[in-house]
């Protein structure tokens, strides 16, 4: 059985649709389950460099319901690490029509979000926005091709239908009665899987809506590894790299630096000494600097306790700079960072209510 007659089949057993486990279901399960992914596997390591990922790191699976059977099963692909499962992250999959009518091949993106170490419902204002803001991100992709719709019916009321039709950009929609051949299928495939590699790209460097900055997901994903070993966090494969990480801090360094001169100022890099990063001297005065550079938005910011304290007793001697939407791209084999907006914060007052702990040290008892 080859994929269009797996998704066929279904189609044909969701007009018998029930939520009991009867031979239907049964079938149904096993080729969501097991036929339509182990067909999708032959297409692994095509799909996985479509969106840039390891094929290792590419999941395949499909889900129809644990004990009750669901109106709407599915089958999608994913990475591992950024979507470790439907409710998180951004992913492709086939949704099909609780009637039978047809099935649709979706970009789309879990309804939760991973917030100190739960999973939290989002809301219909805050999908909206990231529908809002992937499809302009992908607007000449989703143009070039006619094939393609905006909006997702899947013809039930029930409230996981309703949460994935809120959490779809965009899907191929395919009537049961003209499936596409096994050609085109797969060539749909890979056009979902490199715009799914956009919206992860994007995702790494922190310029999807709603999402910390790289710094601080990064940092909270580490405190939480640490303190909850074994938990599956989603996100762990959006951490930049060590030259990455390097290449953005040295240009926001570099854009600080020119400007402070442009404003009189002579500066002195102190980072590898000091709680703060430059010195700056003007007609006498001194000025202690911080710098942050980000591939994200402006947003926030990642402080050391020691930062926090210095800043604050050095207030109003003292700045920030922040170099955000620094842009990264591949140089003879290294990071290369260019571009990005500064912001100057001088004096810098710390507002207290602004700071939000990351982790904490607790000191135990001793027996």
């Not at 182990?38 to 499909?62: K, M, N």
């Not at 998180?88 to 789309?108: C, E, H, I, K, T």
């Amino acid at each position: 059985m080859d994929l269009r007659e797996g998704l066929s089949s279904v189609l044909a057993l969701q007009a018998r649709y029930t939520s009991k486990n009867n031979a239907d279901m049964e079938l149904r399960g096993h080729l969501i389950r097991d036929v339509i992914p182990d067909r999708l596997a032959e297409l692994r390591t095509s799909l996985a460099e479509a969106a840039d990922l390891e094929a290792s790191d590419l999941s395949i699976q499909g889900k129809d319901g644990v004990g009750r059977k669901s109106e709407v099963p599915w089958v999608r692909f994913a990475s591992k690490e950024k979507s470790p499962s439907a409710t998180v992250g951004w992913y492709v999959v086939w949704l099909f029509r609780r009637d039978g009518a047809g099935v649709y091949l979706a970009l789309a993106h879990g309804s939760t979000t991973f917030n100190g170490g739960s999973l939290i419902a989002r809301s219909d204002e805050d999908l909206s926005t990231l529908m809002k803001w992937s499809r302009a991100s992908l607007g000449p992709g989703l143009l070039a091709n006619p094939g393609l719709v905006s909006r997702v019916h899947l013809g039930s009321t029930g409230a996981l239908a309703l949460a994935y039709e809120k959490s779809c950009v965009t899907a191929f929609y395919y009537p049961a009665q003209s499936l596409p051949n096994e050609l085109d299928l797969a060539r749909d495939a890979l056009t979902m899987a490199g715009l799914l590699g956009r919206l992860y790209g994007a995702e790494k460097f922190g310029q999807t809506p709603l999402s910390p900055s790289p710094e601080v997901r990064d940092a909270e994903t580490a405190v939480t590894e640490i303190a909850r070993p074994n938990a599956a966090l989603p996100g762990q494969g959006f951490a930049l790299t060590g030259p990455e990480r390097k290449a953005v801090e040295l240009h926001a360094m570099k854009l600080a630096i020119e400007h402070l001169e442009s404003l009189g100022h002579t500066v002195k890099d102190v980072s590898a000494s000091e709680s703060f990063d430059l010195l700056a001297k003007n007609n006498g005065v001194e000025l202690k600097v911080e710098v942050k550079g980000t591939t994200g938005g402006l947003g926030a910011i990642l402080l050391t306790s020691n930062e926090v304290e210095l800043h604050k007793q050095a207030s109003p001697a003292n700045a920030l700079i922040v170099v955000h939407s620094i842009i990264l791209s591949d140089l003879y084999g290294m990071p290369h960072a260019s571009e990005g907006e500064l912001r100057l914060w001088m004096p810098w007052v710390i507002d207290e209510r602004r700071l939000r702990s990351i982790t904490f040290s607790y000191q135990l008892d001793e027996i």
